[in-house]
């Protein structure tokens, strides 16, 4: 029999490349997205194959409905509101969505499908901007310091307890920043490219940023889309920091997204207070050793391929 998957909140970055992963493997697969998402740029480029539904993941009758129909394989949760500054504004939406509405959903599974196999994107916030050792594994303690990374600590503890308690096999994924041409505008990788490729043509000369010193650890989301496959294909389940295990500067974008369109940054950027994050004293950084170890797992992409990939897209976009 063919499999089946579930990808709940298709409509972002993370959902168009599994999708596609899933479609490369003969995975039959349904996607939720809300109504919002719709108009996501990667929706009409999904595989025709996969089958969309409109709906929330806080809507138990629907979840219900559609594990009992479909009896998924599988299952990836990537619903939810990932921009930080809007949790922290809509703190009782952010964690009913991204914390409350996943203990839910664990509870139908266990109900309609036990056998299927359960992924939970989870976030380097969960160690907060504060964390408590560096690299960071999974076994460093969790010490969120926002509304986003308490709901997502709230999910992952939930995960584990399904899956001790319950016998689900569910993994929460501690995904750090993985970009890709289909990164959401509002995100400052995105910000970076897209200006850089408009000043190229001429279209714009000025781009304001927050502090360039601010460092992340960044991959290609197709690599770390890999990595939440293979986490559901291995024996047991467990929990893994999906991540590069280096740090780059937002200035190390410009550097490169601006050299590579032969501009000097210098010469355009400016920097407000308005955009500023604290600087972590202790830098978010993970270690995927476990991954890389227990599921074979290597990211393919470098760092200036991935800045220079996204510039050649937003440069496309221009032209088109």
């Given amino acids: ?19 596609n992963l899933l479609a ?5 697969t349904l996607g939720l997205l809300t109504s919002s998402d719709m108009d996501s740029e990667t929706v009409p480029l999904l595989p025709l194959e996969v089958e969309l539904v409109e709906g929330s993941i806080s809507d138990r009758d629907l979840l219900r409905g559609l594990f009992r ?28 969505v991204n914390g409350v509405a996943v203990s839910s959903l664990l509870e139908i599974l266990v109900e309609e499908c036990p056998k299927s196999r359960f992924f939970q994107a989870g976030s380097s916030e969960m160690f907060g901007h504060n964390p408590l050792a560096t690299p960071q594994n999974e076994q460093t303690p969790f010490c969120p310091d926002n509304p986003y990374g308490i709901a997502k600590v709230f999910a992952a503890n939930m995960v584990r307890w399904f899956r001790s308690h319950r016998g689900l096999f569910a993994c929460t994924g501690i995904l750090y920043n993985h ?5 959401r505008i509002e995100y400052v990788t995105r910000k970076i490219t897209t200006a850089a490729s408009s000043i190229k043509k001429g279209l714009t000369n000025h781009l304001e940023l927050g502090d360039i010193r601010s460092v992340r650890d960044w991959s290609y989301a ?5 990595a939440m496959w293979l986490s559901l ?15 780059h500067s937002v200035e190390n974008w410009l550097d490169i997204a601006f050299s590579y369109l032969e501009l000097d940054w210098r010469n355009h950027v400016t920097q407000s ?28 992409m470098t760092f200036e391929d991935l800045v220079r990939m996204m510039v050649d897209a937003d440069l496309q976009r221009l032209m088109s």
């Fill in 1 to 19: 029999m063919t499999d089946q998957a579930i990808i709940l909140g298709i409509g972002g970055q993370d959902g168009y490349f599994m999708s």
């Fill in 24 to 28: 490369g493997k003969g995975v039959r």
């Fill in 69 to 96: 129909k479909v009896q998924p394989n599988y299952i990836f949760n990537f619903a939810g509101i990932s921009f930080i500054p809007y949790c922290s504004e809509a703190v009782s939406k952010a964690v009913e």
């Fill in 179 to 183: 970009e890709s041409p289909w990164r």
């Fill in 222 to 226: 197709g690599d770390i889309v890999e």
């Fill in 233 to 247: 294909q291995a024996e047991e389940p467990r929990d893994y920091v999906l991540a590069s295990g280096t740090i």
């Fill in 273 to 300: 207070a308005d955009f500023n994050r604290p600087i972590e004293p202790i830098p978010l950084c993970g270690d995927p050793a476990l991954a890389k170890n227990l599921l074979g797992w290597r990211p393919r």
